[in-house]
């Protein structure tokens, strides 16, 4: 079963650095944990794979969380990722248009506007990070947090079958803009925190998004019972990514499977082990 949208990951070479541009933004750090184990079965996902990596949580008032992961092999090259809008700025964007706008910077900035996310949509990119992000510069956007992410996600009706059927998701709207038909999917958990609006938008990326690439490479969902929501993804023609692992995150151990959807978006799901697991696990 689905839970809910646990966090947007992002790509971070200093986070320190990364997570006072966040505090900025009215983001709380909830945990932060150096020297993490970095499993083997990510090998896949990485430009260049590290036995451990450095972890940061971030939440806004509202919204899903935003983890900082450092790899010590961050590339500042843009990637397929997804990308993600905030609220609740009240202040000069930090991130400074420092490149020029793709065609598919200003689709999103459409789609951001059609689809209800956002009234001013304002994208600038961090010249040290390569991480590229949207504001609502609307005196409406008051809240801090993540409001919506978006991403390149192939041929649409493929792509809903994915977020839909396999990711419990509900498509609340649809349209079109610049060419390239989008759908609002709604992620709804028992939990507030775990709520997320993704756009769906119909196209591929220039590349397919690795964990250490610039940006926001992957979305992860709260799960109970993993190996069955593997196999249903599996059922909508998600690829898995090597095992199902072990972690230990923030006093949390957890379960975790890596995929990559038919349209290049990276999906991680996450099972909080609970104890009584955990005892069976050691009495066995």
């Given at each position: 079963m689905i839970l809910g949208v646990d966090h947007v990951a992002l790509s971070s070479a200093d986070i320190a650095r990364d997570g006072a541009v966040l505090r900025q933004y009215g983001f709380d750090r909830v945990f932060e944990s150096p020297d993490c184990p970095n499993d083997a079965n990510k090998r896949p996902l990485l430009e260049q794979y590290q036995m451990a990596h450095d972890l940061a949580l971030y939440r806004g008032q509202t919204g899903i969380a935003i983890e900082m992961t450092c790899h010590g092999s961050e590339v500042t090259r843009p990637s397929g990722g997804y990308e993600v809008l905030l609220g609740g700025v009240d202040k000069p964007w930090p991130m400074a248009a420092a490149k020029r706008p793709t065609e598919e910077t200003h689709l999103i900035g459409a789609i951001w506007r059609e689809s209800g996310m956002a009234e001013d949509p304002i994208w600038g990119i961090d010249a040290g990070s390569g991480a590229a992000a949207w504001i609502?510069?609307?005196?409406?956007?008051?809240?801090?947090?993540?409001?919506?992410?978006?991403?390149?996600?192939?041929?649409?009706?493929?792509?809903?079958?994915?977020?839909?059927?396999?990711?419990?998701?509900?498509?609340?709207?649809?349209?079109?803009?610049?060419?390239?038909?989008?759908?609002?999917?709604?992620?709804?958990?028992?939990?507030?925190?775990?709520?997320?609006?993704?756009?769906?938008?119909?196209?591929?990326?220039?590349?397919?998004?690795?964990?250490?690439?610039?940006?926001?490479?992957?979305?992860a969902f709260h799960v109970r019972g993993l190996a069955e929501d593997v196999a249903r993804l599996m059922d909508c023609g998600v690829a898995v990514i090597g095992d199902a692992f072990d972690a230990a995150v923030a006093g949390r151990r957890l379960r975790v499977q890596m995929l990559r959807a038919a349209g290049g978006e990276l999906i991680e799901l996450i099972e909080t082990v609970r104890r009584a697991e955990q005892q069976a696990v050691k009495d066995s």
């Open positions: 609502d510069g609307s005196a409406n956007a008051s809240t801090s947090g993540v409001r919506a992410v978006a991403v390149l996600a192939g041929p649409l009706d493929q792509a809903e079958a994915v977020w839909i059927e396999g990711l419990q998701g509900r498509e609340a709207r649809r349209g079109r803009a610049g060419g390239r038909s989008w759908a609002l999917i709604e992620v709804r958990g028992p939990v507030a925190a775990w709520n997320a609006n993704v756009i769906l938008v119909e196209g591929r990326p220039r590349r397919e998004p690795m964990l250490d690439h610039a940006g926001f490479p992957c979305l």
